[in-house]
């Protein structure tokens, strides 16, 4: 069997999101260097905030400032830091319960190894230099054996608050699409269309993808098809989409080349965009060093009678 | 839900698996699923068509794309159209869906099944997605370093050790030696530290794998299976999404869904447990009060092999397994979701008097 293709595959997303009254505050505060939780009905602090009460699912709003200042209730030493984690250099991952609240905030915390971590041991809030109303606008925690300090009581209301955040996001994959993809995009870099015939229906699936969708049975048998075809169904696209080099109108078609019995996707050129029509004959055109064809043009045959295509619809 | 099952019964009556693997890069990820699900359809007699419905549990986070699962269904024989449901979550879940259409009376018999292929991307970084997205996605805190955080906490109450943490270890990969889909088996080091207090081999292989099983209800599965796997209860809990809220020693969803599933009413012989890492077995031992009667993980479990998405679908399949090979009488299958058994699933499952 031929190798099968991998190609990087990085998937990126800003997801843009909205804090509610108490996110919006936490987030605030941390641009201002004040750590806010909220009271629950029975009197807990909770930080970081939620909006409402995990145990009751009661709305809670009742901020409170609480110390940047605080201890360790768990830890786990990271000696190998991943992309996108607070610090670079090797750290501890921490849970920290803030002086004054009743549960632990995850962070990291700068140490210079897992000697100098211990569960109970005091930290506190190294604050980033540059803060934007996000939870990175702490950098990590610190060692810290200096006093308590006292939070100064911040209401939570703030003149100019954070009402939204950019959550960025970044995965990066090795994608492999398999043996019978593998094969049609191979077959294409030669100008050829190779689908694969299922065993059990024999119809022919184009581009193959493994398994017959009627049957559920593996494919394998391939088979050459096209490079001639018929539009079975097409569309007019009037809205011109982002970094797409096409001028509109142009016609969006569904084409089903000859031997196969699966219509694929194509855009047709080469004729007015209101002269297409259901039956048009099309064959492929191919531009230098393309991996696939650039567009459908008409063949001048006749029009395909609706029998030869009706079940392709 | 609660335990009962109104005055339907339904049972786990066929069960198949793929052989788990670090990559699978030859294959799509249908071309991997379809030999799982002719296998479990092979057990029963019955062709696509004689299913009723038809639930799949996967991941888009995994392959990188979206609406992966609607091309896996190609290898399900979606054409003509079949009643049909997805959840983006372990195949257990899936299961758990089925099961509340069967005793509904809307379907007789069901197909589940699960896949994961976590070979084209980094999978640690892949499941920080699953994060809160406000205070805890943005910061990256792997899977690895979030089961270090459990670890440490047990360890602080005394409840575990690094020899306690080496000893699950050996002892799920040592049962995994009689499991020919299992990946990894047999001694494996300790090795190094990945996220301190965790080593290597306190964490699950990577890899690639699916896995499928047929519920039917009532007659229905007794004449498919000569000794059905009857589901007695099933119940799935959440905890707090914030991991300061928890207390990361114990686990009351598992606890709870595990009362709610009648698992407390008698004791069983078996616990298929996903725990992905050595310290998550100790959590879930003590919730579920397993004490060195029951046979913990004799596949090997989670540590032996951890396709994403399967590996809950697969404890429950393991435990229906040994109850139709007459090897267990009452079993208990636990699967998980979330970082520091967030989501708790729990399913005890029966074989006849024999």
Known sequence: MPEVLKAPLVVEFPFTRSLGPVQSAFLTGLRERVVLGVRTGDGRTLVPPVEYDPDTAEEIRDLVEVAPTGTVTTWAWNHAPRRGQPLTTPFAWALVRLDGADTALLHALDAPGPHAVHTGMRVRIRWAAERTGAITDIACFEPYDGDRTEPAGHTGEFADPVTGIVAAARLDYTYSPGRAQTAYINALSGRRTVGERCPACRKVYVPPRGACPTCGVATSEQVEVGPRGTVTTFCIVNIKAKNLDIEVPYVYAHIALDGADLALHGRIGGIPYDEVRMGLRVEPVWTDGARYPDHYRPTGEPDADYDTYKELL | ?354
């Open chain 2, 1 to 354: 839900m609660t335990s009962a099952p109104g005055d339907r019964e339904v049972a786990v009556v066929a069960f198949a698996q793929t052989v788990h693997r670090r990559t699978s890069d030859e294959l799509s990820e249908v071309e991997m699923l379809m030999p799982v699900l002719h296998e479990v359809l092979d057990h029963t007699g019955m062709k696509t068509a004689d299913i009723d419905f038809t639930c799949s549990g996967s991941s888009d986070y995994l392959a990188g794309r979206a609406f992966s699962f609607t091309l896996a269904l190609d290898g399900v024989g979606a054409w003509p159209p079949i009643s049909e449901s997805h959840v983006e979550m372990d195949g257990a879940w899936a299961l758990y869906e089925a099961w509340t259409k069967l005793l509904t009376g809307d379907a007789d018999t069901a197909l589940v099944y699960a896949y994961g292929k976590s070979s084209p991307g980094s999978v640690r970084d892949v499941l920080t997605r699953q994060l809160d997205p406000y205070y805890v996605a943005p910061l990256w805190p792997d899977s690895v370093a979030l089961a270090a955080l459990q670890a440490q906490a047990l360890i602080d109450a005394g409840d575990t050790d690094e020899p306690a943490l080496a000893a699950v270890a050996a002892r799920d990969r040592e049962a995994a030696s009689a499991n020919p889909h299992a990946q990894l088996k047999g001694p494996v080091a300790q090795g190094e530290y990945l996220v301190r207090p965790l080593r290597t081999g306190d964490c699950p292989p990577i890899g690639d794998g699916a896995a499928a099983v047929i519920l039917a209800a009532d007659d229905r599965a007794r004449d498919l299976c000569a000794r059905p796997a009857w589901i007695r209860g099933i119940d799935h809990r959440i905890e707090a999404h914030g991991l300061g809220v928890r207390d990361l020693t114990d686990s009351a969803s598992t606890r709870l869904a595990a009362e709610r599933a009648g698992a407390f009413e008698r004791p069983v012989d078996t616990a298929e447990l996903h725990a992905p890492f050595t310290p998550q077995e100790i959590v879930l031992r003590k919730a579920l009060r397993l004490d060195d009667s029951v046979v913990v993980n004799p596949s090997g479990g989670a540590l032996a092999a951890n396709p994403i998405m399967a590996a809950g679908l697969l404890r429950i399949g393991e435990a229906a397994a040994r109850i139709h090979r007459g090897e267990s009488d009452r079993a208990l299958a636990h699967a998980t979701s979330g970082p520091c058994l967030q989501q708790n699933l729990v399913a005890v499952l029966e074989g006849e008097p024999r």
